[in-house]
């Protein structure tokens, strides 16, 4: 079965500071997609970014972008020129292509950011 | 708007009295399911729907059940609900393939 760890529970960064959250998981599977969801206080959940498997590029999305190691299995996430307004709960997720597309997610790291 | 809609937000209720969170989207999505969010091991899937009347267990379905009878309505249903239920609930939903999923505001329910 596929897991996926958070080893920070909580992260701090100062504002206009770039931060990285960590995200590893474990998989027998070449192909899946891999995720970053972001959880305000407004307990909404929020997609940040994605990443195919089968793409070596990394995906970038604004300030966001990932660093997608696949034979490390490791998915992290960097926060570049960070903002008040990104202080979340931030959870990576695991879907493979089928088991009926279940998302697997980490235990999530909770970000704050320092004025 | 797109979105997916759960009602109640907040719920308390008592052990044992049945309790239906409903779940609705108005995107014409096939997939859906239902995650359960508790500190420190994140989201965990309960149930989830390929389409109308195909439903199949997540990871945590026992004290649940829900139905599929039509494709926009994805309840959840608690017979009889305990106080290890207690947690903040997720109706999630997306098109059939690699779209990413939309996720409901939540409900957050207390079993006393």
């Known amino acids: 079965a596929q897991t996926v760890t958070q080893s920070q529970p909580e992260m701090s960064v100062q504002e206009a500071e770039t931060v990285t959250l960590s995200c590893t998981y474990d998989?027998?599977?070449?192909?899946?997609?891999l995720f970053w969801y972001k959880q305000p206080p407004s307990r909404q959940m929020i997609l940040v970014i994605r990443q195919e498997a089968y793409k070596q590029q990394n995906a970038t999305e604004n300030r966001f972008s990932v660093n997608f190691q696949k034979a490390a299995k490791s998915f992290s996430l960097k926060i570049s020129d960070s903002q008040l307004g990104d202080a979340a709960m931030y959870f990576c997720a695991y879907r493979s292509y089928n088991q009926g597309g279940k998302l697997i997610f980490g235990q999530g790291t909770e970000l704050s950011v320092k004025p | 708007e797109a979105q997916v809609t759960q009602n109640p937000r907040y719920l308390i209720t008592v052990t044992g009295k049945k309790l239906t969170v409903t779940c609705s989207q108005n995107?014409?999505?096939?997939?859906m399911s239902w995650y359960r969010q508790d500190p420190g091991l994140g989201l965990r899937q309960i149930y989830y729907?390929?389409?109308?009347?195909?439903?199949d267990k997540g990871d945590v379905p026992e004290g649940y059940k829900v139905s599929r009878k039509e494709k926009r309505n994805f309840p959840l249903i608690l017979e009889s609900p305990s106080p290890n239920q207690t947690s903040l609930y997720f109706c999630?939903?997306?098109?059939?393939?690699?779209?990413?999923?939309?996720f409901g505001n939540g409900t957050r329910l207390t079993v006393t």
């Open positions: 999630a939903s997306r098109v059939a393939g690699n779209s990413p999923l939309h």
């Open positions: 995107m014409n999505h096939e997939y």
């Open positions: 998989t027998s599977e070449s192909d899946y997609y």
């Open positions: 729907s390929m389409n109308v009347e195909v439903t």
